[in-house]
């Protein structure tokens, strides 16, 4: 092994260059697309086009990449469809958003249009309000000390941010700022017995 002295400390060279070294076979681009995929869906569900994407990235040949997630989706590893259900409830739930932010956020994921309509169709108005009403109880806690005009303008902001219209995002900050005010609303007497 040959070794060079270069500014006063010592290093390995290295006798071949990469040019002349002997790399093995190619890789099997069918089994590292299947692992790819299998790692990739084992870590959270994903849509096609974001597990296309990561092939893409990982030189997987587009033949290669469309026959693997074809057969992923024949087995039901890949399903967009569910995929935009399972999107959506958990981050109506984590995130509270409404129909309009997820369904951009479903089409940043490469969900067909179709797909992300039927998915908004099916959210409960009942269940996106009540979303809205925690986020705006949440944010509620942190501005006790606020003027009411300016609650009122960073809760509707803040609803603004998550998709939900100015008509019931103003309605619904109305509600609970007049709630959060009113001590028999907010649980503020208790009975001494």
């Not at 086009?49 to 997987?60: C, G, S, T």
């Not at 006790?144 to 300016?150: A, M």
Request: hydrophobic share 35%; net charge negative.
């Amino acid at each position: 092994m040959a070794r060079t002295q270069r500014s006063g400390s010592w290093r390995r060279r290295d006798p071949e260059p990469d040019a002349e070294r002997d790399l093995g076979p190619e890789p099997d681009h069918e089994s590292v697309a299947r692992k790819i995929l299998l790692d990739r869906l084992a870590e959270q569900p994903r849509s096609r086009a974001e597990l296309a994407a990561q092939l893409a990235r990982r030189n997987v040949p587009d033949e290669i990449a469309a026959q693997m997630l074809d057969r992923f989706e024949e087995v039901g590893l890949v399903d967009d469809e569910e995929f935009a259900q399972l999107w959506v409830r958990s981050r109506q739930q984590t995130r509270g958003l409404a129909g309009r932010a997820l369904a951009l956020e479903l089409r940043r994921k490469g969900i067909d249009d179709e797909i992300v309509r039927d998915t908004i169709d099916t959210i409960d108005p009942a269940s996106e309000e009540e979303a809205a009403r925690a986020v705006v109880r949440k944010k509620l806690r942190a501005m006790r000390n606020v003027e009411e005009q300016v609650k009122v303008r960073r809760l509707v902001g803040a609803l603004g941010r998550k998709g939900y219209g100015p008509g019931l995002a103003y309605r619904i900050v109305r509600e609970e700022v007049g709630a959060a005010d009113d001590p028999m609303e907010a649980g503020g007497w208790e009975d001494d017995a």
